[in-house]
């Protein structure tokens, strides 16, 4: 077998505020031969045809003896997340060559990945990730964590979801806010959603068919009264993406016993000088707001096949539309995380590495 390149996007340091895309990363092209690389039992040699962005990854940007839910990026190596990859060679009998595979990679063109690890980050074969029926993107999106991030954040966090209560999403044009309006629509909730442009508010009522929606940036100076305006019987449930002051008018609009999902904080993710205050908070008391934090993998075993299901159902069936972002290219996967986190995205955020 002929030599071939191996572009891998290397994270050099803690950025202060915004990663920059020159300064923080390197990309860096090794040569190597396939059939020369060594795998030990239980490890599959695959090439990554789609790799994902996602909020998460810039908390992992940190000093890594700052302790956080998931473990810092070492500088000087791959960066690495959720990939949808091709097996080329394998030492475990249950993965053959051809198939596909959703697993935890580095953002590589080509990975060594042990089938031995079990659970949430473990390798899993996709069966019929070749019948055409759905873009392998969405396995990174609507069919993968983002649909499990979704689906546990509703049912474990914001039950009861009874029909006829409101729902706000915000950032809801985005990967999990896209899936969480309208699997809330699906139930039977009114869905009302936020976003960064006009596009992306006609997005949510023309094509998703939110209930209301609005644009947050042109309400800036009065986020209280737009929920008031656009939930005029109060928020019941809230599923949080971005924080901040966002967080902070819907305490004030939230009916008592509301529910809140606390998914991603992304505008405070950046901020060099520190967080924003919450200044309504004892809101919480008198209303008896609930209000959870929660990871992907927190639900019960069954719930990944649950959400897959369920979701792959709804696409099947037209009652939900699964809009990815990709940009093509390895090399761009640090502008495209970028672009990501200052919400130019428009769905889910995705690279496609590689052709099938």
């Known amino acids: 077998m002929s030599s071939l390149i191996n572009t891998q996007v290397i994270y050099k340091q803690v950025p202060t505020g915004l990663p920059n895309p020159d300064q923080d990363f390197e990309i860096k092209k090794t040569t190597i031969t396939l059939k020369d690389v060594v795998l030990k039992a239980n490890e599959i040699l695959v090439k990554t045809l789609f790799a994902s962005v996602d909020p998460y990854m810039r908390v992992r940007m940190r000093d890594p003896s700052v302790p956080s839910y998931l473990p810092a990026f070492i500088p000087g190596q791959p960066m690495n997340g959720a990939i949808v990859a091709e097996v080329l060679r394998s030492t475990d009998s249950k993965f053959i060559q051809g198939d596909i595979v959703v697993a935890f990679g580095n953002w590589e063109e080509y990975n060594v990945l042990s089938t031995a690890d079990a659970g949430f980050f473990g390798v899993e074969k996709i069966p019929d990730a070749r019948s055409g029926k759905y873009p392998l993107s969405n396995l990174l999106g609507v069919l993968g964590v983002t649909g499990l991030t979704a689906y546990v954040g509703l049912h474990k966090i914001c039950e009861p979801l009874t029909p006829g209560q409101t729902l706000y999403v915000s950032a ?46 042109k309400h800036s100076s009065d986020l209280v009264g737009i929920l008031k305006e656009t939930c005029p019987n109060g928020i019941d449930i809230y599923f949080e993406n971005v924080g901040g002051k966002m967080l902070d008018a819907v305490l004030v609009v939230c009916n008592s016993n509301a529910r809140i999902a606390a998914c991603g904080m992304i505008s405070q993710y950046n901020r060099p000088d520190g967080h924003e205050g919450i200044f309504n908070i004892r809101t919480i008391i008198g209303k008896k707001i609930r209000i959870e934090g929660f990871h992907a993998n927190d639900g019960p075993p069954t719930y990944p096949a649950t959400a897959f299901q369920t979701f792959r159902k709804l696409l099947e069936e037209g009652r939900l539309l699964a809009k990815d972002h990709v940009t093509e290219g390895i090399e761009n996967l640090p502008q495209a995380f970028v672009y990501m986190l200052n919400g130019k995205n428009f769905g889910k955020a995705v690279v496609k590495i590689a052709d099938l």
């Open 172 to 217: 809801a044009a985005g990967a999990v806010g896209q899936v969480v309006g309208q699997y809330g629509k699906s139930l039977g909730l009114r869905v009302v959603g936020s976003a960064g442009d006009d596009k992306k508010v006609d997005y949510l009522l023309k094509e998703l068919k939110f209930d209301a929606a609005f644009n947050y940036k």
